[in-house]
């Protein structure tokens, strides 16, 4: 299984574009990056899943270098309401969580 | 919407007693399900893999007779936490494969269940 790691707690403004890096440096060939967001007292939800170079959704952009032992998740425009944990997995057929990234934002 | 829901949301008992958690995938059939534990301010640990039609998969240190899984539907794994003592306090959630994914690693999450045991 790929370890990921994450800083563990970023600070923010609302407005921002906020970027958290993960490594992976064990990934497999065949491992997909996913990032998942959690608030307080409820289930991880699902953001966004790259395989290589970048991907957008309406929440988030995943950029991925070439060599793939890293990535970074982008989210624009942050608001109060993102602040959340935010977890990075590269695990090949099973969810293993690291310890994430809190992510603060302040008014 | 929701598209794995967990019952009941929250439960408080006393110690020595069983609390069962259901956890249901809604539109959708998982034959797999995953059971997690979250303690506070840190990140979830798998406890185990529900298999509907056959035998729960439990990760290292997880006690199969205190957790019983039972995946006995297509919709339906539950989690009987037995004979609990306070130490079994923490936020149970459960998960499902994405259908459209085909990827295990793409879930869907319950909301959790926060389990207090007195």
């Known amino acids: 299984l790929a370890k990921t790691t994450q800083p563990i707690s970023m600070d923010s403004y609302e407005g921002q574009e906020v970027n958290i890096t993960c490594s992976h440096n064990n990934i497999a060939t065949n491992d997909y990056i996913t990032w998942y967001q959690q608030f307080p007292s409820q289930g991880p939800r699902f953001i966004i899943q790259?395989?290589?170079t970048k991907v957008t959704n309406e929440v988030a952009s995943l950029f991925i270098p070439a060599d793939r032992k890293s990535s970074t998740l982008s989210l624009p425009r942050v608001s109060l309401s993102d602040t959340a944990v935010y977890y990075c997995l590269a695990p090949g057929n099973m969810l293993t969580f690291g310890g994430g990234t809190r992510l603060m934002v302040k008014p | 919407g929701a598209v794995v829901s967990q019952h009941p949301s929250w439960v408080i008992c006393k110690s020595g007693t069983s609390v069962k958690i259901e956890c249901r995938s809604l539109?959708?059939?998982?034959?797999?399900m995953f059971w997690y534990r979250q303690f506070p301010k840190q990140s979830l640990m798998l406890m185990a893999t529900?298999?509907?039609?056959?035998?729960?998969?439990?990760e290292q240190g997880v006690e199969k007779d205190k957790f019983l899984i039972n995946h006995a539907s297509l919709t339906l794994s539950t989690l009987t936490v037995t004979s609990a003592h306070p130490e079994d306090s923490s936020f149970y959630i459960c998960?499902?494969?994405?259908?459209?994914?085909?990827?295990?690693?793409?879930?869907?999450f319950g909301p959790g269940t926060r389990l207090t045991v007195l």
């Open positions: 998960s499902a494969p994405r259908p459209t994914s085909g990827r295990s690693d793409t879930q869907y």
């Open positions: 790259g395989y290589k």
């Open positions: 529900s298999n509907e039609g056959s035998k729960a998969t439990y």
């Open positions: 539109d959708f059939q998982a034959t797999t």
